[in-house]
């Protein structure tokens, strides 16, 4: 991907839509009022992403798209969890704060050296009752995104804006199109035991279906399980790779492996042609796993510190 770099704006039905655009055939659209959402992912004119008309993503935009999941991916045990102590109860118990919720546009560019780039901002004191009074971390996360050469790249940062630790893991949603003749490859070599769709705290070896260190057919696909023990190259990325045939396509989600230890793999059902490759820094319900002493890699943000990181998904012929 190269070229011709532009990001471009457009009211949509009252909702303000930013598109990044390398060329005519390659874009990126972004609605920071839903969430900071970027809900189409165009390569060449071949959706990246689920297809999804405006209407039904009006309806509810956190179904689509790559929705952010701060400052806990997936669900809380029962929306509760201890923490240095004190018993903190959660609502929503899934998923965080910010994916629903409007985002402030911070700046905005496009050049070659830099790409088409979008960066919006979440600042929790903005919710003082609905936010703070249940979890009382004031915190700002910032987002990035940045159309460059090959990929679509997201980059983001938290920052603890109190003075105590704050508990915290991220998440992203994305729902990519799901070929109808395609594999998908995931480097894991353990997959979390689920009990409700709840971590039990055990780790299991990928067998079977699970197993998706080899290209496995997505046609055969039914999961939603949390991934582990990720194997990453010599520069310490991981790379899951969705490839569709008929398109002759491959989508190739790149992070590293010690920002994102977790990978969960979602298969919607049908009627949707969806299939989502989740990084996380943390499995579901991490706080309640940390408070029993189990690894869960659970970020512990001190006062006034910040902490990064980056996604990209990167695409390119099949």
Same mark, same amino acid.
């Given at each position: ?106 700046a905005s560019g496009a050049s070659q050296g830099e790409g088409a780039w979008l960066s919006c901002? %979440? $600042?929790?004191?903005?919710? +003082? !009752? ?5 979890? *009382?971390? &004031? ?11 090959d990929a679509l790249v997201m980059e983001t940062e938290a920052e603890n804006l109190g003075t ?90 790149? %992070? $590293?492996?010690?920002?994102? +230890? !977790? ?5 919607? *059902?049908? &009627? ?47």
């Amino acid at each position: 991907m190269s070229g011709n770099y532009r990001i471009e704006s457009e009211d949509r039905r009252g909702v303000r839509v930013y598109v990044l655009r390398c060329g005519e055939l390659t874009r990126a659209e972004i609605a920071p009022a839903w969430g900071n959402n970027c809900f189409a992912y165009k390569w060449q004119g071949v959706p990246v992403l689920e297809p999804v008309d405006f209407e039904t993503l009006a309806a509810k935009p956190t179904s689509y798209g790559i929705p952010i999941l701060f400052p806990y991916p997936n669900r809380i045990r029962d929306g509760r969890f201890t923490f240095q102590g004190r018993q903190y109860r959660l609502d929503p118990p899934r998923h965080g704060f910010v994916r629903d919720k409007p985002w402030k546009v911070t700046a905005s560019g496009a050049s070659q050296g830099e790409g088409a780039w979008l960066s919006c901002q %979440f $600042d929790a004191r903005d919710y +003082p !009752e609905r936010i703070l009074q249940q979890f *009382p971390f &004031p915190f700002t996360l910032t987002v990035t995104y940045r159309l460059f050469e090959d990929a679509l790249v997201m980059e983001t940062e938290a920052e603890n804006l109190g003075t105590t630790t704050m508990p915290l893991g991220l998440g992203t949603h994305a729902y990519f199109r799901r070929p109808i003749e395609g594999t998908l490859q995931v480097p894991a070599n353990q997959r979390w035991a689920l009990e409700d769709s709840l971590p039990t705290g055990e780790l299991v070896e990928v067998e079977d279906l699970f197993d998706l260190r080899v290209p496995v057919n997505v046609a055969a696909l039914d999961l939603d399980d949390i991934y582990t023990d990720l194997e990453a190259a010599e520069d310490g990325t991981v790379r899951c790779s969705l490839v569709d045939h008929r398109e002759n396509m491959e989508t190739v989600v790149e %992070f $590293d492996e010690e920002e994102f +230890p !977790e990978v969960v793999v979602y298969t919607a *059902p049908l &009627p949707r042609r969806a299939l989502c490759i989740e990084p996380y820094t943390c499995p579901t319900d991490a706080f309640n796993l940390a408070s029993q002493g189990i690894d869960s890699h659970l970020i512990r943000l001190p006062g006034g510190q910040k902490i990064d990181w980056t996604m990209r998904i990167r695409v390119g012929v099949g």
